[in-house]
């Protein structure tokens, strides 16, 4: 009892602390790939710490909803977190049909990203409302028929099961299914967060943006609980992906967890990587980058079947 209390701790903690040094790596990545030096890796925190002692100024035409999103949005990113099993050692919270909830947690935060768009009243920030949206609609069915594939593969409807410690055994048998479920998340995982090709983060063009449009209006605090939200949202879902792609189990805890922050750092820069080499795409050429994502995870169930 009190080696799993050890271990719900430490794993809450590195859920509160790792994610934003990922997007530090992907900024340090992508300086080092085009030959500058960039900013520090923990960039992100000092922001974070900067924006928690500004204040805020909020528009008179916002109701409380404005004001809800960014707490919504670290609430079920944090939440969505404790049903992932970090190194594969169990989830604080685990029962049949997690992934359910899993998924719509996200969707719950990017209703109420969405709705605190629209609050606002302006017609520029409902523009980049309707594109989450859209998107949106794409990127789900691929993640549930990833996900799928590791229930069949595994017989089993929660999280802590799928990732945990029989998942390297099913790369030795359905090997193909998993790599096209890896490609499938990665591609869910790049548009979910608003990365390049689908989005860029730093962006400013009026006219391709998605998600920066979108949370305009806020600052102070709440611009930073919305990127401290994004940074646990790529955590999360990059644990997915790591989980399935690096399923190295040494039976210690300590190991597995250290494997577990290796294979993060590396997603990182591999996110990095592709944001150097690859342009964004137009916004018509997005759906069908999540088309295809649909049907890597249509092929690997069909794989996984045989």
Known sequence: ???????????????????????????KTKAVAAGRVGPPVLQPYYDLAKLARKGSVISTTTTWVFRASPVVAVATGFLASLLIPLGGHGAPISFTGDLVLFAYLFGLSRFFTVSAALDTGSAFEGMGGAREATFSCLAEPALFLGLMVLVKRTASLSLATMLGPAMPGEWQNAGASLVLVVVSLFVVLLAENCRVPVDDPNTHLELTMIHEVM????????????????????????????????????????????????GMLLLSVVIGVVESVMARLRLRQVPSLLVAACLLSGFAILLAAR
């Open 1 to 27: 009892m009190l080696e799993r209390i050890v271990h719900v701790a430490v794993q809450l903690l590195v859920t509160v602390v790792v994610p934003p040094l990922l997007p530090g790596v992907i900024a």
């Open 215 to 262: 949370v305009l209006d806020h600052s102070g605090p709440a611009l930073g609980l919305i990127l401290y939200g994004a940074a646990i949202k790529l955590f999360v879902l990059g644990a997915i992906v790591v989980g399935v792609a690096v399923p190295f189990r040494t039976g210690s805890f300590v190991l597995d967890l250290g494997l577990f922050l290796a």
